[in-house]
């Protein structure tokens, strides 16, 4: 039972241009999550009360949003153009070297759209806690408030029923 080094390597029997076909299906299916995600928590806002200033934030990562999209378009011409590329190479017979970078490139890319989709979670995460705190805010103030509506009626209707005259009212 001796091993002999090097070990063979399994055989991917797929094409480097069937790899790339799927990895741009996958990607079009995350692209068509995010957009998803991004429609439902546009709706989650529009539909709740906030203050004027997560207004500013939400246009932010709505402008963060826009980039991030038209980056990962960028993207794609690009992994269309490799694409192109491979096959072109592939039809002359030189794809050998060419195809580690390529791998290495979509690797890159792969990693950039990674880090991109992290960034826009944590600053959706972020505008969503802060436009909770200004609801629980905007909450305490609007019962400060009713507090101190009731405390004025009572007043005044204490005023009224001891018969003195009201406040700024003439005797």
């Known amino acids: 039972d001796k091993v002999h080094y090097p070990l063979p390597l399994p055989l991917d029997e797929r094409s480097e241009e069937e790899t790339l076909r799927a990895l741009a299906s996958r990607l079009r299916g995350e692209l068509a999550d995010a957009r998803q995600t991004i429609t439902n ?3 989650r806002l529009s539909s709740s009360a906030v203050a004027p200033a997560d207004d500013s934030k939400f246009l932010e990562v709505q402008q963060q949003n826009l980039e ?32 580690g970078r390529l791998r290495a490139q979509c690797t890159r890319l792969q990693s ?6 992290d960034e826009t979670r944590q600053r959706e995460l972020q505008h969503k806690r802060e436009a909770e705190q200004a609801v629980r805010e905007l909450r305490g103030e609007q019962l400060k408030v009713d507090r101190l509506q009731k405390q004025v009626r ?12 009201g406040i700024g009212r003439a005797p």
């Open 112 to 117: 950039e759209l990674k880090s991109a989709r």
């Open 154 to 165: 009572k007043l005044e209707d204490e005023q009224r029923a001891s018969g003195r005259p």
């Open 41 to 43: 928590l546009e709706a």
């Open 68 to 99: 991030l999209g038209e980056a990962l378009r960028a993207s794609r011409r690009e992994v269309e153009q490799l694409r192109a590329e491979l096959h072109h190479r592939h039809a002359s017979g030189n794809d050998a070297g060419e195809a």
